[in-house]
């Protein structure tokens, strides 16, 4: 490891270009102003600034269907406005930062693996935990984080991986991506009822995978008292015993109070308590 730990940010331009139409929540803006924010932070000096690469069909296909990433080519390159499976809104350069979207969660564990930075965040667009094998949802085309930990475990030959979502929605995709390997451990702190309606406590996972997936859902109202201690308590032991070679996190920051289109009533503090967590959890079972 390092003497100076260096968190790597993978960014580009072209997650600009992702138009969802006018007000639309998930809009431009957002990434737009975490770089300026992080440009100019006090830490900045310790950020590493890395570009995405665009995923491969394999990379893909390791986690979606063929015939679901030939509909997403064929939708946006023939100019429609939302995707043929629901409700996913695209613009005409949504193929390009769907793909290197999801190749830039796979640069970050490429990163991290290396050694060259001690971790990394995405600053990508389009999201992804809602995308199922077969079908874009919510705001997702490809699941990011799903084809992150594929790649970690077919081009690195890493086991076990854990992924954490704290968005206020159920990663309903990443869910099902994983729902019957028990290599992948799921964790999802969620609001309930609410979008997409899965999630529910005893979704915890099907033959080999029965007991990788948890799922806490909580009402509209829950703050750091419910969602907090679901992951230093049940969660953390849980964790603990799959002892994974590498954590992930889902960072939906619309768990905080004030978000227009969620009740959870998270703190900045809390979310940087959470990354903490998951942090001392990666030193203490994935090297870091």
Known sequence: PQHDPRTGIIHSDLF???????GHPESP??????????????FA????????????????LRCHFGAYVELVRRDILGGAQFLNTGDTSVGPRSWDAAVYAAGGACVAVDSVVARTVQNAFCVVRPPGHHATPGRGM????????????????????????????????????????FYEDDSVFFFSTHQWPWYPGTGARDETGYG???????NRP?????????????????????????????????????????????????????????????????????EG
């Not at 080999?208 to 948890?214: A, D, E, K, Q, Y």
């Open 29 to 42: 803006l957002r990434y737009k102003v975490i770089v300026e924010t992080l440009r100019s932070a006090a």
């Open 16 to 22: 600009l270009e992702h138009d969802t139409g006018y």
């Open 208 to 214: 080999r995978g029965l007991g990788t997936t948890m």
């Open 138 to 177: 919510g705001f997702c085309v490809f699941n990011n984080a799903a084809i992150a930990a594929r790649h970690a475990q077919q081009r690195h030959g890493i086991g076990k991986v854990l992924i954490a979502d704290w968005d206020v929605h159920h990663g309903n995709g990443t869910q099902d991506a």
């Open 45 to 60: 000096d310790r950020l590493e600034w890395l570009a995405p690469r665009p995923a491969d069909r394999d990379d893909l």
């Open 218 to 286: 909580f009402p509209a109202g829950a703050g750091r008292q419910e969602i907090f201690s679901a992951f230093a308590d049940e969660f953390l032991d849980a964790a603990r015993q799959f002892k994974p070679e590498l954590v992930l996190i889902s960072a939906g920051f619309d768990s905080r109070h004030g978000d227009p289109l969620g009740g959870f009533q998270l703190e900045d503090e809390d979310f940087a308590d959470l990354t903490r967590l998951l942090l001392d959890l990666a030193d203490a079972c994935a």
